[in-house]
């Protein structure tokens, strides 16, 4: 008999009782490596989402299915709708909620879960997993670390060695401690375990990593330099000893003396097969291709690529690129891109993890990004086969090939370099039609801008009609930014903003933002990318201060800001004429939907959320918040 989901999470967190049969999971205990089915009734009782719902999508709020996406799609079956997939032999837990447009279906206390079971046990560090995921599940829970802690000690019955385990339930325990005495014993006992885990193998470098995540843990980050200070004065030659020497020497400023250090330490602790030295061969590589010595060059460069493993077409890539930047060994740039081209296929796409325990794994990636870094892989591929054999003086097949390089895809590095081989052949028409694609995908590129205005001038002396060029750019780039801009409203209710005063203390009111587009900066004196901000916020203040029908507040809410220190800011700069105010509600962030700043939330004249720009993203964010105002003056919502 097949037991709902919420019945499984009832099992394993004990918690209230919730309707049954709204969402199943099958099998009842799921295993690594067999099919796992999750079904939704859209007929049960309590159920949010209809039987007419244009679509439901699994969206997992915790996963150690590293090779799902983060967003599943359902597939219809009658009135039920249906998902499958087959746990990856790591998978440990998982928890996620359903999603159809703007309704959420997930249990009232918590969200739903998958537990990935070893037969009938729970897999080691799933349960572990569970208590990491509870933060996301349930963030203002007031027992949240009693949870935790009660799902770390199930962890450590069933696997008592559980390392990791260990100090997470120290950690906990020092957060829940009531004394400094008490937290001091907790923290205590966390420093022998980690201790004794580094005892276990100082030299090897999962096991270190072990080590200084223990460290990170239980919050000692200043710790984590430290243990490598003390493994390499207790074993100098082991590898990661002469890891961390290589990138002390590294710092050297004298290149001469740096390349005789590096090469000394090379001799005295390389050991063939092992991992330590490849810093190293790296460092000297690129030396020795700047100074234009291809035989060391191409020596070191032989020793990056020993071992196969994901990164292995990418690094191959790197070493050709390398000697063409140094325009050095042309035939080994070829060769080295004709072997990445070989295997560009497996191009390495997104996040790949490494567990000494199951090796390197794959996150999930869409195959249209996949298929697109592969095309963009091998015109760079392709392009630097082309410059190589412009440099060889074979001019035809450097021609052909920069051809054959724009008909695979238009990365940035491979377009720079065909425009390269088009400059270096006086064709600078084509140069400029490369260059001009670039910067058709990102009319920003200043680096391409003026390679592009060189080309355009050689076979067009013309500055005006270049500028025409740029302007055309310019019409494009908002064209392209108000595209994305429109699919991005948000459309959320409005926010309350009961606890925003001016700078006199006297509280806005609704009737002060009613009909009108309010941007509002949340910030802080203390924080510094908010004050890198400001600069760009301000020329958008000017360009709409004028307008009736657009109200800017720029507001203090950080924490340990007062009243008076956004006073004292305001007159200590007065080059800001924006209107600045304070915040007293402290959970303002939760209703906005923000925990960093600074963070900058647009509202329509109905007074809806409707962009939200969390942190600070340069220059761009002047035109972003430009072309998000005209987007809503548009709509004209009064």
Known sequence: MTRSIYIICLLVLGFGRVQA????????????????????????????????????????????????????????????????????????FATFTLQSGDIVEKPADKHFSIPVYDGAKRVKSGLLHESYSLSAQMPKAPDLQALKQKLQEQELENYPNNYEAKVAL?????VRAKTAAEKLKYRTEARKIIAAKLEENPTF??????????????????????????????????????????????????????????EALLKKGEKPGEEGSTSIHDMLFEHYASVHDSVKALRHAAKLVVKANPYTPETLKDIAAKLTEYKVAPAAAINYAQRSLKIADQWPVGIIRYFPEYGYIPSFVADSTRAQAVADAKCTLVSIIALNNLYQGNQKAALNYA????????????????????????????????????????????????????????????????????????????????????????????????????????????????????????????????????????????????????????????????????????????????????????????????????????????????????????????????????????????
């Not at 999971?25 to 690594?32: E, F, L, N, S, V």
């Not at 439901?56 to 997939?85: Q, R």
């Not at 995540?213 to 330099?225: A, F, H, N, P, S």
């Open 403 to 638: 051809a054959q390089a724009m008909a695979y895809a238009y990365s940035r590095e491979g377009l720079l370099n065909v425009a390269s081989v088009y400059q270096q052949t006086n064709n600078n028409q084509k140069a400029f039609d490369a260059l001009w694609k670039l910067l058709l995908k990102n009319p920003t590129d200043t680096v391409v801008l003026k390679i592009a205005k060189t080309n355009f001038l050689k076979f067009n002396n013309s500055n005006t009609e270049f500028a025409a060029k740029v302007d055309e750019l310019k019409a494009l780039e908002i064209a392209q930014l108000t595209r994305k801009l429109k699919k991005e409203l948000m459309n959320k209710p409005h926010p309350e903003l009961s606890g925003l005063v001016d700078l006199e203390g006297k509280a806005v009111t609704p009737e002060m933002l009613k009909g009108k587009i309010v941007i509002i900066d949340f910030w802080a004196t203390w924080c510094v990318p908010c004050m890198q901000e400001l600069p760009y916020l301000h020329n958008v203040y000017q360009k709409y201060k004028n307008n009736p029908n657009v109200m800017f507040m720029v507001v203090n809410s950080g924490a340990n800001n007062t009243l008076t220190d956004a006073q004292n800011w305001a007159k200590k700069n007065q080059q800001y004429t924006f209107p600045i105010y304070y915040n007293k509600d402290k959970d303002i962030g939760e209703k906005v939907g923000f925990t960093v700043i600074p963070t900058i939330a647009v509202l329509d004249q109905n007074g809806s959320l409707q962009y939200r720009t969390i942190g600070f993203e340069g220059e761009i964010l002047e035109k972003k918040l430009s072309v998000e105002i005209d987007i809503l003056l548009q709509e004209k919502k009064i």
């Open 21 to 92: 049969q709204v969402l199943d999971i099958k099998p009842d205990k799921p295993q690594r490596g067999t099919p796992v089915t999750i079904t939704y009734h859209t007929d049960a009782p309590g159920a949010k989402i209809s039987k007419d719902a244009a679509a439901v999508t699994i969206v997992f709020t915790y996963s150690t299915f590293y090779e799902l996406p983060w967003k599943m799609p359902m597939t219809k079956k009658g009135d039920d709708w249906v998902a499958t997939f087959v746990p990856q032999r790591y998978a440990t």
């Open 205 to 262: 470098g999962g096991n270190i990593n072990l080590v200084t995540m223990g460290y990170l843990m239980i919050g000692e980050k200043t710790r984590v330099d430290s243990v490598r200070e003390v493994i390499m004065k207790r074993f100098p030659d082991a590898d990661v000893s002469i890891d961390r020497r290589a990138s002390i020497i590294a710092k050297d400023k004298d290149s001469v003396g740096r390349t005789a250090k590096l």
């Open 170 to 174: 120290l950690q906990t325990k020092i």
